[in-house]
């Protein structure tokens, strides 16, 4: 009985430390620029135009519901980015979808500020958001990861 414990405790052992092995591989496999997880919702465009912040309107992400967001655009010296045009992609990278939804830029609230409606996630997980962003200052544009 003893033997046949202390292997069984080896066995889980060693399953516990390939889980986790596992684990780290497949969350270092989500960072798009240098293998680790980037969950900011706050940062600079891909050339350093603007400085963009997304967040969920209602403050909750929840799959298969209709989502309205906020985005604040300011230039690099931290002005306000006033009347830009805004496109939205994005989709699941590791599933090879697209968003199931065109989620559009409706609003100017002032301040740099415009509201995104449309946005929908059909399921949890791993969901990329890309911001296209032209204005007076030029075009860039952002890339958000979400994960739900």
């Not at 496999?29 to 350093?48: F, I, R, Y």
């Not at 209709?66 to 980015?81: C, D, E, F, I, N």
């Not at 559009?104 to 946005?119: K, M, V």
């Not at 544009?141 to 739900?148: C, E, I, K, Y």
Request: charged content about 10%; glycine content about 12%; cysteine-free.
């Amino acid at each position: 009985m003893t033997l046949l414990w202390r292997y069984s405790l080896a066995v889980f052992g060693l399953l516990a430390v390939l889980g986790t092995i596992l684990a780290g591989v497949y969350l270092a496999g989500w960072g798009a620029h240098n293998g680790q997880p980037d969950l900011l919702l706050t940062k600079k465009s891909e050339q350093g135009l603007f400085l963009v912040s997304l967040a969920p309107e209602g403050g909750h992400i929840r799959p298969n519901e209709v989502h309205s967001w906020l985005v604040t655009l300011k230039t690099a010296a931290g002005a306000p980015v006033e009347y830009a045009a805004i496109d939205i992609s994005g989709g699941m990278p590791q599933h090879n979808q697209g968003l199931p939804t065109s989620p559009q830029a409706t609003d100017y609230l002032g301040q740099g500020r415009y509201r995104i409606e449309g946005l929908k996630f059909t399921t949890g997980g791993w969901w990329q958001l890309r911001l296209a962003i032209s204005a007076a200052a030029g075009s860039d544009t952002a890339v958000f990861n979400v994960v739900l």
